[in-house]
């Protein structure tokens, strides 16, 4: 009788390790992204999720979503994965103090949480994975200050800087990064804006007024990304500015790469998405099979990882971007860019 009911909660143990297994591995995982005003969410962010999420859990259902840039919207797809059963949601916030309380419901319910891209300041997430924001604004306001000391820009000169959506805390980190790469600089802000939802076209409405008011006066733009850097880069070009003064970016979208090609745009940031978003999968697999992921440092309280990426001017494009294979050439060196490109030696 003993034995028996030795085998008897052994066969039942086993049986239920096994049910878990189970269910980790057929687990439901959300992926809910901020807005579609960068194409990066829909060409790599979620891609290279979805790839990564199928190598470590093929049985894994993926839940993609996008706000639009919607607070509301996000908070409607948020409850609705948790209806739907996700025991983890990787989640880039529209708003980054709304998304606290998503922090807060989903912890409630045993749902854990990966901030993705954007911290959640107010509220601990399980984790949170990006690139490092703040670094990324001190890079590229720094290669701006050397680019335009080097050129003989005068001290005292002045700059404006374009800032990212007010509600994003990821903006609020490339934000400080920039203030901390112009302060000691010799050159002064003459204005700065945070551009609503990373709107380009708000970008570009406020760079359109900063021309005609400091005109001649703005040696250079620091834009937070690409969108913002390609709305000012308009703005000068509406106005007849020749050449367009040296103008930041971030993300090395295919529109902003062109534009470095080009000589519109002094820089971008290459910082392949599907790096953090592979991340990001390794860590909600890890979550799902009950580990604790190892952090590599700490932010806003919580366990971080943050990936350190590249600037990329005219000098080394060829170098990070198309000797890495990130991008092809066929697919940046079209048009009126194919003479650019054989310039600096990406096409022969």
Same mark, same amino acid.
């Given at each position: 009788?003993?034995?028996?009911?030795?085998?008897?909660?052994?066969?039942? %143990?086993?049986?239920?390790?096994?049910?878990?297994?189970?269910?980790?591995?057929?687990?439901?995982?959300?992926?809910?992204?901020?807005?579609?005003?960068?194409?990066?969410?829909?060409?790599?962010?979620?891609?290279?999720?979805? *790839?990564?999420? $199928?190598?470590?859990?093929?049985?894994?259902?993926?839940?993609?979503?996008?706000?639009? =840039? @919607?607070?509301?919207?996000?908070?409607?797809?948020?409850? +609705?994965?948790?209806?739907?059963?996700?025991?983890?949601?990787?989640?880039? !916030?529209?708003?980054?103090?709304?998304?606290?309380?998503?922090?807060?419901?989903?912890? +409630?319910?045993?749902?854990?949480?990966?901030?993705?891209?954007?911290?959640? #300041?107010?509220?601990?997430?399980?984790?949170?994975?990006?690139? @490092?924001?703040?670094?990324?604004?001190?890079?590229?306001?720094? +290669?701006?200050?050397?680019?335009?000391?080097?050129?003989?820009?005068?001290?005292?000169? /002045?700059?404006?800087?374009?800032?990212?959506?007010?509600?994003?805390?990821?903006?609020?980190?490339?934000?400080?990064?920039?203030?901390?790469?112009?302060?000691?600089?010799?050159?002064?802000?003459?204005? $700065?804006?945070?551009?609503?939802?990373?709107? #380009?076209?708000?970008?570009?409405?406020? =760079? =359109?007024?900063?021309?005609?008011?400091? /005109?001649?006066?703005?040696? /250079?733009?620091?834009?937070?990304?690409?969108?913002?850097?390609?709305?000012?880069?308009?703005?000068?070009?509406?106005?007849?500015?020749?050449?367009?003064?040296?103008?930041?970016?971030?993300? *090395?979208?295919?529109?902003?790469?062109?534009?470095?090609? +080009?000589?519109?745009?002094?820089?971008?940031?290459?910082?392949?998405?599907?790096?953090?978003?592979?991340?990001?999968?390794?860590?909600?697999?890890?979550?799902?099979?009950?580990?604790? #992921?190892?952090?590599?440092?700490? %932010?806003? $309280?919580?366990?971080?990882?943050?990936?350190? !990426?590249?600037?990329?001017?005219?000098?080394?494009?060829?170098?990070?971007?198309?000797?890495?294979?990130?991008?092809? #050439?066929?697919?940046?060196?079209?048009?009126?860019?194919?003479?650019?490109?054989?310039?600096?030696?990406?096409?022969?």
């Amino acid at each position: 009788m003993k034995i028996r009911s030795t085998l008897l909660a052994t066969a039942g %143990l086993a049986a239920m390790l096994a049910g878990t297994a189970y269910a980790q591995d057929a687990a439901t995982v959300a992926f809910l992204m901020p807005d579609q005003a960068s194409t990066r969410y829909e060409e790599h962010d979620y891609p290279g999720f979805k *790839a990564e999420m $199928e190598k470590l859990c093929p049985t894994c259902t993926v839940i993609y979503q996008n706000a639009n =840039a @919607d607070v509301a919207l996000q908070q409607q797809q948020f409850n +609705s994965v948790i209806a739907q059963g996700a025991k983890v949601i990787v989640l880039d !916030p529209v708003d980054s103090a709304a998304a606290a309380a998503l922090v807060e419901i989903a912890q +409630s319910q045993d749902v854990k949480v990966i901030a993705y891209d954007r911290p959640i #300041p107010d509220k601990a997430a399980d984790f949170y994975v990006s690139f @490092d924001n703040e670094g990324i604004g001190h890079a590229i306001a720094k +290669s701006l200050v050397d680019h335009m000391k080097a050129s003989g820009v005068a001290e005292g000169s /002045g700059v404006l800087q374009i800032n990212g959506s007010p509600t994003d805390a990821a903006a609020g980190l490339i934000r400080d990064g920039i203030h901390r790469g112009l302060k000691d600089s010799g050159y002064k802000t003459l204005a $700065e804006f945070d551009t609503p939802e990373w709107a #380009p076209p708000k970008a570009q409405e406020w =760079a =359109a007024g900063q021309i005609t008011r400091f /005109g001649a006066d703005i040696k /250079g733009v620091v834009a937070a990304n690409d969108g913002t850097g390609g709305g000012a880069i308009a703005a000068f070009k509406a106005a007849g500015v020749n050449p367009v003064p040296p103008v930041t970016g971030n993300d *090395a979208t295919i529109a902003a790469l062109q534009l470095v090609i +080009s000589g519109d745009q002094y820089n971008t940031i290459s910082k392949p998405s599907e790096i953090v978003a592979a991340a990001a999968a390794n860590i909600a697999v890890k979550l799902l099979k009950g580990e604790t #992921p190892e952090a590599k440092t700490t %932010l806003y $309280e919580t366990p971080s990882e943050l990936f350190v !990426p590249a600037v990329v001017t005219a000098e080394n494009i060829k170098a990070e971007i198309f000797d890495k294979g990130i991008q092809k #050439p066929e697919e940046i060196c079209t048009g009126e860019y194919a003479e650019g490109c054989k310039k600096l030696g990406i096409t022969q």
